[in-house]
């Protein structure tokens, strides 16, 4: 390394501690209810050309009768999404460094403001958002947990008493940190408990991983007290899962995993899993997606009692965000219903996904699932849009995220 790249590296090390050190700050104030001195926020306008080609895209949507698709806002990068208990403010990740707060004043169904939400604290691939019932707000990043006791009451200030759930460089070893699979997705479950997604940064996790990815729950589904006590490993043998909801009436967890690459176009498939008990295994590394061996475990004797998906999804679509549909405005036959998002392949010959789905749950658990909103691959194999996430507004409408499109829709339905 010559001496000019010492020093440009060196520069960037100061600077990047510096920056830490400062959000640690930050961070310290605002637990103490002090403020930061920021106080500027980044508006993103809600209308123009970007508005008018994304409503050009959605009037091609295919959706069943009565159901219609309008944009809801625009918001750069959206991905996972959390509505507040109170209906005032929705709350967006990205695997960038924002969270942005989605506003709908005047109740007319379309977002008045979105702007970026506690400027004054640095983040890291901020991807997962969710709320407690009390109004708790918990922001999963790549390796930390943040808690906002009041976000949907002040977000309207730059500063937001905000507290470590997971202090930063605790949610993961930080030196099994990772840029792959570091999309972290959070959920409250019935038992009050805080679920959050941990994705094993590898294609295939290698043997002399497994040992540590398991005792602190890498590669599955952790659960910790709402103060970050308690932890332990719920979900096993999980490739990386950016989606998992509870069953409205059972309890009973389920989640999506994205599978293994590089075997080709058409195995192995994705996954709608039910989980109906703690610790149980579903299959990674010795399984690359349903009942598919991967090449790198092939033969072995598979050494743990492995759970099959519920559903098996098409190769490569990349299932993420999901959820149960509680609502009162679509038809009964929706009730309890999946509603989940296939951000669409990234690497197959042709692509597939970029749609929502929906998953019928019958009494006994059996789940069928098919189509319900697609149309954002053109006909020349383009991508439209990149459907993340599916979360419900308080009139029982859907939201839908898109990280390409950096728009939010809403689904709706009128019998009429």
């Known amino acids: 390394m010559t001496i000019s790249n010492r020093i440009a590296v060196g520069t960037l090390a100061v600077f990047l501690s510096s920056g ?14 002090q403020t930061t001195g920021v106080t500027e926020f980044t508006f993103v306008e809600q209308g123009g050309s970007k508005a008018d080609a994304i409503r050009k895209t ?29 209906g005032i403010v929705t ?15 005047d109740k007319d169904r379309i977002a008045d403001e979105v702007k970026n939400f506690a400027p004054s604290l640095a983040k890291a691939i901020p991807n997962g958002p969710c709320f407690s019932k009390d109004g ?11 808690v906002f006791p009041a976000a949907e009451f002040f977000y309207e200030s730059p500063d937001v008493a905000a507290f470590n759930v997971i202090p930063q460089g605790q949610l993961v070893p930080p030196e099994e940190e990772s840029y792959n699979h570091t999309a972290r997705v959070c959920k409250l479950g019935p038992d009050g408990k805080l679920y959050i997604s941990l994705g094993q940064p590898f294609n295939v996790a290698p043997p002399e991983k497994l ?8 590669g599955g589904i952790i659960r910790v007290n709402t103060d970050g006590t308690g932890r332990e490993v719920y979900t096993y043998g999980v490739r990386n899962s950016v989606g998992h909801d509870f069953h409205p009436e ?22 709608l899993n039910r989980q109906t008990a703690a610790g149980q295994n579903f299959g990674h590394p010795w399984y690359g997606g349903g009942s598919v061996r991967t090449n790198e475990y092939s033969g072995q004797e598979v050494p743990v009692d492995v759970v099959m998906p519920a559903v098996e999804t098409v190769a490569h679509a990349a299932d993420l965000g999901m959820h149960f549909y509680t609502g009162k405005m679509f038809p009964a036959k929706y009730k309890n219903a999946i509603f989940s998002a296939q951000h669409g392949s990234w690497n197959r010959t042709e692509p597939v996904g970029a749609r929502v789905m929906v998953t019928y749950v019958d009494a006994e658990g059996n789940a069928t699932m098919e189509p319900f909103a697609e149309g954002w691959i053109d006909e020349n194999g383009e991508y439209l849009g990149r459907p993340v996430d599916v979360a419900q507004l308080r009139d029982g409408s859907i939201l839908v995220s898109d990280d390409l499109a950096g728009a939010i829709y809403r689904i709706s339905y009128s019998a009429q």
């Open 250 to 271: 059972t309890g009973e967890l389920w989640f999506t995993d994205n599978q293994v690459d590089g075997m080709g176009d058409d195995i192995p498939p994705g996954e």
């Open 211 to 218: 040992e540590k990815y398991n005792e602190v729950g890498i």
């Open 91 to 105: 709350f967006v990740g990205t695997r960038k460094t924002e969270v942005w707060s989605v506003t709908d004043r």
């Open 58 to 86: 959605l009037a091609g949507i295919k959706l069943p009768d009565g159901f219609s698709i309008d944009l809801y806002a625009i918001v750069p990068d959206a991905r996972h999404m959390a509505v507040g208990p109170q």
């Open 20 to 33: 830490a050190a400062l959000a640690q700050g930050n961070l310290d104030k605002l637990s103490s209810f």
């Open 136 to 146: 708790f707000l918990y922001i999963a990043e790549q390796n930390r947990v943040l």
